[in-house]
């Protein structure tokens, strides 16, 4: 067998991005408070950057200036009243207290509980022994922060006897468990949704509608579920009137009760910050846009100029490793404001062409003059790549003067090649025709597909039904009595 050594060379062509374009990908992608965020990281950890100083007062301020600034800490705290009435009495209180006395203030604490918390404080108002309450306190435990039972009450009996060392019967385990369940907010303990629903049935004033309600969660649940709704009402032998009612009353119930406390912590409110405004004159003629810049303007540090890192020949070690030192910040620094410049005005870019392709919106904002308008549409403006288009927009938000809209909204298909029709306005014609039909007999989906051709409305069946589950509408079978 022969072996034989050989030598060959081959050529490859591979792109990639250099470390500033990486760090510049990562920060178009960022919404406005995460590069503030970033920009005040950088700033802490990069000695070469600073705020530029564009304060007035300060710089109409020198050495020879005879202000003096003689409050106490005390004088600005009441400062912040209107007037004397509005000062608390503790403010003017008479300190006569040595300096090494405590002083103690009062404080504006956080007094919302957790749903553990809240549950725990609700047991003191029941007579029970160390025993039982160390069992409810186990069981409220098991919840999950939407207030359902994690475990089967019988597992629970078990890792008592076996982690606790409490030896309880299942019967008192039970009965501490209603307790439970009849706990604040209504629901909380429940197993499931159903059982969930009727918790808080029970707890209302039972009247004719909280029964039929009752009956349909207990006996007719997976008819609910299903939206059999004409099935339910010839079971039940309600009329219409009454099956809203009903309907009424069981969509005004909370499927996550755990959630009325443990929505501050684990679904915190965000809140929405626009990176765009959008401005019309009175001739609804003319539109300004402006970029509603939060980012401080930076600058290098003196310390850290061109001449700091010049290295002279005699120059010891310690010296030449703190020039490296020196421009290597600099240069960080340097390439840190390039790329907010960049951000700054790529967005600007990408959001003046979308102000350019949809402007009868912004003139009216109608969402169903959305026109048809995708990411090459943006490109062949601003010449950018699609990537880079995407980045820009994800998790923008544009504000007008009747609301703020995300800009991902702008970004529609066609239904058709050869239509100049945006998804938006089907959408809103759609709508329309379901809200003023029969409900008695509502419109399939074909016949909704017949009379959006009556409208100019060129579309097959199926993108009517995928446009009608976008509206959250179900079929015409669901829909029939509501």
Do not use: W
């Amino acid at each position: 067998m022969e072996e034989s050594l050989k030598l060959s060379t081959e050529q490859k062509l591979q792109q990639r991005l250099t470390p500033l374009q990486v760090q510049f990908v990562k920060m178009l992608e960022m919404t406005g408070p995460e590069v503030e965020d970033e920009v005040q990281r950088v700033l802490d950890e990069n000695p070469a950057l600073e705020r530029c100083d564009n304060d007035e007062r300060e710089n109409n301020l020198t050495e020879d200036s005879t202000e003096t600034f003689n409050e106490s800490a005390e004088d600005i705290q009441l400062a912040d009243y209107r007037n004397e009435d509005e000062i608390p009495s503790y403010r003017l209180e008479a300190r006569n207290h040595s300096a090494d006395d405590k002083y103690y203030e009062p404080i504006a604490v956080d007094s919302s509980d957790t749903l553990i918390e809240s549950l725990n404080s609700q047991l003191m108002e029941f007579d029970l022994d160390d025993n039982e309450l160390a069992i409810a306190q186990y069981i409220i435990g098991n919840l999950d922060d939407n207030g359902y039972m994690t475990r089967d009450i019988t597992a629970i009996c078990d890792d008592l006897a076996f982690n606790v060392g409490i030896d309880v019967p299942l019967s008192l385990l039970k009965k501490i468990f209603e307790i439970v369940r009849s706990l604040e907010p209504a629901g909380v303990g429940a197993i499931d949704l159903r059982d969930c629903l009727l918790l808080q049935l029970k707890r209302k004033e039972q009247s004719k509608i909280i029964n039929i309600a009752t009956d349909i969660i207990d006996n007719y649940f997976d008819l609910f579920s299903k939206m059999h709704y004409d099935r339910m009402r010839s079971l039940l032998g309600i009329s219409i009137d009454e099956l809203k009612k009903v309907m009424a009353v069981i969509t005004s119930l909370n499927p996550k009760p755990g959630s009325i406390l443990t929505g501050g912590i684990s679904d915190r409110t965000r809140h929405i910050i626009p990176d765009f405004s959008i401005e019309v004159d009175n001739d609804n003629e003319n539109i300004t846009l402006t970029l509603l810049n939060r980012i401080p303007e930076l600058q290098i540090e003196e310390t850290f100029s061109e001449n700091a890192c010049e290295i002279s020949p005699n120059a010891t070690r310690s010296q030449r490793e703190a020039a490296t030192f020196i421009k290597q910040k600099r240069e960080e620094a340097n390439g840190f404001i390039k790329i907010l410049k960049m951000r700054q005005e790529t967005l600007y870019k990408v959001m003046a062409a979308i102000v350019k392709l949809q402007r009868e919106f912004f003139l009216s904002d109608d969402e169903s003059r959305i026109k048809p308008m995708i990411l090459k549409d943006i490109s062949a403006i601003t010449g950018h790549d699609l990537s880079v288009i995407s980045r820009a927009t994800a998790g923008k938000y544009v504000m007008t003067q009747r609301g703020i809209y995300p800009l991902k909204l702008f970004f529609n298909e066609r239904p058709k090649d050869d239509d100049d029709t945006s998804s938006h306005e089907i959408l809103a014609a759609l709508k329309e025709i379901i809200s003023t039909e029969d409900k008695n007999k509502p419109f399939s989906d074909e016949a909704i597909t017949q009379l959006l051709t009556e409208k100019g409305y060129d579309i097959a069946r199926r993108t009517v039904a995928k446009y009608r589950e976008k509206l959250g509408l179900p079929v015409a079978r669901l829909r029939k009595g509501l």
